[in-house]
């Protein structure tokens, strides 16, 4: 496996470039992003509102050539709220907001209210889908949680990675789902 290196606000766009690639085929991404342009457009901007703080933080790894990447949150480190919702009302379908909101609000009842770890973000390129390079970067960080003794969260946005989450010792807490949108899981991990 390549080395894995964390990625400067200097290597965003490479980062945010490959997590576009990765996310192409996600039920609840491409919901929210239906047309080609919108996700062009969209998909950047969400990364970067939802797991960007992981650049500043010094918490966004990818590997060697930017196969994949991942953006954790560290514990008390949120995404950008106010960036997330001006993102929602311009670049969501209008029809689909509700739904959305609905969404949000279910998840953040399944967030957990203890200092913990968010994998906000993590996604390979598609040429490169299937050869260890994600598993590597949870393994990577998930190893510093449990020296810490910290939880992980993250939202699983399709139902295929839940079998890799679930080998990575993660629990599904429920499912959330409004109205046409797909099912998402948030899941959880406990020091391990």
């Not at 050539?65 to 670049?91: K, S, V, Y």
């Not at 490169?128 to 590597?136: C, D, F, L, P, R």
């Amino acid at each position: 496996m390549d080395t894995i290196k964390i990625a400067t606000p200097a290597d965003a766009e490479n980062c945010l470039a490959t997590l576009t690639l990765a996310f192409c085929n996600d039920p609840a991404i491409r919901w929210m992003f239906l047309q080609p342009s919108q996700y062009a457009q969209g998909l950047p901007l969400f990364a970067q509102a939802f797991g960007g703080a992981a650049f500043q933080q010094a918490t966004a790894f990818y590997t060697d050539r930017f196969e994949a990447i991942a953006l954790w949150l560290p514990p008390n480190t949120q995404p950008d709220e106010a960036a997330l919702m001006a993102l929602i009302q311009q670049g969501v379908e209008e029809s689909k907001q509700p739904a959305l909101a609905s969404i949000l609000e279910q998840l953040s009842g399944h967030h957990p209210q203890e200092p913990h770890w968010h994998l906000a973000m993590i996604g390979t390129d598609p040429i490169y889908q299937g050869h260890g390079y994600g598993s590597a970067l949870l393994a990577h960080t998930l190893a510093t949680c449990d020296q810490q003794r910290n939880s992980v969260y993250l939202e699983a946005t399709n139902a295929r990675n839940v079998a890799l989450y679930q080998n990575h010792g993660f629990e599904v807490l429920g499912t959330v789902q409004a109205e046409n949108s797909p099912t998402l899981y948030p899941m959880l991990r406990h020091p391990q």
